[in-house]
């Protein structure tokens, strides 16, 4: 009667374990609703693991919260990202807890292009309606560059373009292409030439961000840094003329006389060495070029009005080439 007893109860553990373990199989096999690309699922900050299962159940995502609720526990209680999720082809209550625990949000993206200036960047940020708007402090950001931030960030951003999740911050992306930027320069301020003349990276990224607004000519990039180091190696002024552009308050498209001749913290004409701050965000090629010029004699350099410069050592040589380029004699 006593082996009876536990036969039956050895019978009802083994069923109930076959049960339960038939249960949990569902998670892998039972088809959860069919899902449409415009279908979303958002996971707001501040949700318990608990109250998100609950909705998953309540909007029938899943068919069971007790199943999902026990595997999220044998997962080693994996955390569910914050996010807006699309569940379009995801066919089981396993696909459904891979993608919130691994965070695979709906990615929205943001271009950053080559010599924005942080304004530009401000303005793209405040166009993405996917964005959630913040007021952020600019300190915080660039933290990284705080040796050498004085409350004027341009430059600071990696033009690149960024993916993130709908409804993130705008203080995420800045983070994200201050953090780039300073990694890049990092990098190449490590790599850098010997006998340049910079204090430190920072007067390389203003350097760098001048020679991306001379020539978006790639091939010419290393070619134009080689004339400005040549020309602050010999105490010259850079004579940028984007550096003037950038100090005029709403500028109209022409530089003037008068223009070359005042006297501000961007004119180069009338200042010697750097620009107090970066002009522009650089892209990696002219970080590079900053970093790595090519070694040559030249002082001069003058557009040819086809998208390249003609270079030149001396001045007399400089002046052939502005009258039969600028001023169109021969």
Request: with cysteine; aromatic share 14%.
């Amino acid at each position: 009667m006593k082996v009876s007893k536990y036969k039956n109860l050895y019978i009802i553990v083994i069923f109930s374990f076959l049960f339960f373990v038939s249960y949990l199989n569902g998670f892998y096999k039972e088809e959860t609703s069919n899902h449409t690309k415009e279908d979303k699922f958002i996971i707001e900050k501040g949700l318990s693991k608990n109250q998100i299962i609950k909705i998953l159940h309540e909007k029938g995502l899943i068919s069971s919260s007790l199943r999902f609720a026990i595997f999220n526990f044998l997962n080693s209680k994996k955390s569910f990202k914050t996010g807006e999720y699309n569940f379009y082809m995801t066919k089981t209550e396993n696909d459904i807890f891979k993608k919130i625990s691994s965070g695979k949000t709906i990615q929205v993206k943001v271009s950053f292009i080559e010599g924005s200036t942080f304004n530009d960047i401000l303005t793209e940020i405040s166009n993405n309606s996917s964005l959630l708007k913040t007021n952020f402090n600019q300190s915080e950001i660039f933290k990284n560059f705080s040796n050498f931030y004085n409350e004027n960030p341009e430059g600071l951003c990696f033009p690149d373009t960024y993916l993130f999740s709908n409804n993130s911050q705008d203080i995420d992306i800045l983070y994200k292409c201050s953090n780039k930027m300073h990694d890049v320069l990092s990098k190449y301020w490590n790599k850098r030439s010997s006998g340049l003349p910079y204090k430190n990276m920072y007067e390389m990224l203003i350097l760098a961000s001048i020679i991306e607004k001379e020539t978006s000519n790639h091939a010419e990039k290393r070619m134009i840094s080689g004339v400005f180091i040549n020309r602050l190696n010999q105490k010259m002024r850079l004579q940028s003329d984007p550096t003037v552009i950038y100090g005029i308050k709403d500028f109209d498209g022409n530089i003037k006389k008068k223009d070359l001749s005042e006297k501000n913290l961007y004119n180069t004409y009338r200042i010697n060495g750097l620009p107090i701050t970066p002009i522009c965000s650089p892209g990696l090629e002219s970080i590079i070029a900053a970093s790595n010029p090519l070694r040559t004699k030249n002082l001069y350099f003058v557009s040819n009005n086809r998208g390249e410069h003609m270079f030149s050592e001396t001045y007399e040589q400089h002046l052939e080439y502005v009258n039969k380029y600028q001023r169109g004699k021969d």
